[in-house]
């Protein structure tokens, strides 16, 4: 349960909150008895009088029940669509990101299914690297004022933030295509077998020249390991700068195979191909890179070898992970991996 009442002082809403969450996380259904104000009191480390108002605002809305000298029981445990838990939510900056957006908006839309209450915060800048709580506005505040239980961050943290967050009791899930580092558990999409499967069958596909596009020097060292030559290209305008570039190089010095996970890379890319050749295409590699279920994205070219992410179930895998995280199971895997699954093979 959330310490919110060690920083604030309206501890009733907080008792109130915590009874919710303890509904929700017991599965109670309606007739259900809570357990004893002794009980309760041990367990949210809140006095009897502060109890009996959270107990009076959920009655007054419908969700328990009190019986004189009998007990309190759940009545309706969705009544009011009350909220339990705080969850925060450290996100880049989405302009530009119809991935970022929408995983966003997902995550957010499943805590709310799941009961919960969202914070969510936006990074300064889109800068790369371990990310500091100040660069989120708010978030440092809400991490040492207990404002939140937990944290899900599509960014990795710096050391020095996981370690105030663990200090302050406050447990975070990861979400990303990057190694978790310091981070204690979290859900990654793992873009390293993408690229050595894409690898694989581009080579089936009779490619001999491939090459695979990064959005940087990191992250394509972080990628080396499927031991094929690289470019950097940042965004539409760095994925059409890239075919610029190929389209400058005698035709038998051309990649004949292009690997990307950024679909915003992949469109800048073709529509630069297409566009510079017009009215006949004569160079058109194969190209490997991700589509994402809920975005439905689509490309002026039969010769694509895709692979398919549901945002929706990667962010439910990530939310799911941290309120089982915080309903006290200890996770046995800290590090699950979302699989892209082909759907379209060159």
């Given at each position: ?10 501890k009733?809403?907080?008792?109130r909150?915590a ?29 009897s ?5 959270a107990?009076n605002?959920?009655?007054d ?21 009350l ?16 991935y ?8 957010q ?6 009961n919960c209450?969202?914070?969510?915060f936006?990074?300064?800048s889109?800068?790369s690297?371990?990310a ?29 933030a ?9 447990r ?14 979290g ?9 050595e499967?894409?690898?694989r ?5 009779g ?5 695979q ?28 700068a ?17 690997i ?7 469109s800048g890319f ?12 004569g ?27 549901s ?12 309120l089982?995280?915080l ?12 699989r892209?699954k ?5």
């Amino acid at each position: 349960m959330t310490s919110f009442h060690k920083a604030l002082p309206r501890k009733v809403e907080f008792a109130r909150d915590a009874l919710v969450t303890l509904i929700h996380d017991r599965k109670m259904s309606s007739g259900d008895r809570l357990p004893a104000y002794s009980v309760l009191r041990e367990h949210l480390g809140l006095g009897s009088q502060t109890i009996a108002g959270a107990v009076n605002l959920l009655s007054d809305a419908g969700v328990l029940e009190v019986r004189d000298k009998v007990g309190i029981f759940v009545k309706d445990p969705d009544g009011g669509l009350l909220t339990g838990r705080t969850i925060a939510v450290a996100v880049r900056p989405i302009e530009g990101s119809a991935y970022g957006a929408t995983l966003c908006a997902f995550i957010q839309k499943i805590l709310s299914e799941r009961n919960c209450r969202c914070l969510t915060f936006f990074r300064r800048s889109q800068a790369s690297g371990g990310a500091e709580l100040t660069e989120f506005p708010g978030l440092e505040q809400a991490v040492l004022e207990h404002r939140c239980d937990g944290v899900i961050t599509l960014c990795p943290f710096s050391p020095a933030a996981v370690e105030t967050m663990k200090k302050q009791g406050i447990r975070c899930c990861f979400v990303g295509d990057d190694d978790l580092d310091v981070m204690d558990f979290g859900v990654v999409i793992e873009v390293g077998r993408f690229i050595e499967d894409a690898v694989r069958e581009l080579r089936k596909a009779g490619c001999r020249r491939i090459i695979q596009l990064a959005v940087s020097e990191a992250q394509l060292r972080s990628r080396s390991g499927a031991n094929v030559p690289g470019m950097i290209g940042v965004s539409y305008e760095g994925g059409a700068a890239i075919a610029s570039k190929l389209l400058a190089l005698a035709p038998e010095e051309r990649p004949d195979g292009i690997i990307s996970d950024d679909d915003i890379v992949v469109s800048g890319f073709l529509s630069e191909l297409f566009a510079s050749q017009l009215p006949d295409i004569g160079y058109l590699p194969v190209i490997a890179t991700i589509v994402h279920r809920e975005l439905g994205e689509r490309y002026p070219s039969g010769k694509m070898l895709l692979y398919e992410q549901s945002i929706e179930e990667y962010a439910g895998l990530a939310v799911d992970q941290l309120l089982a995280v915080l309903r006290g199971r200890e996770v046995s895997n800290p590090r699950i991996v979302y699989r892209f699954k082909p759907v379209m093979k060159a």
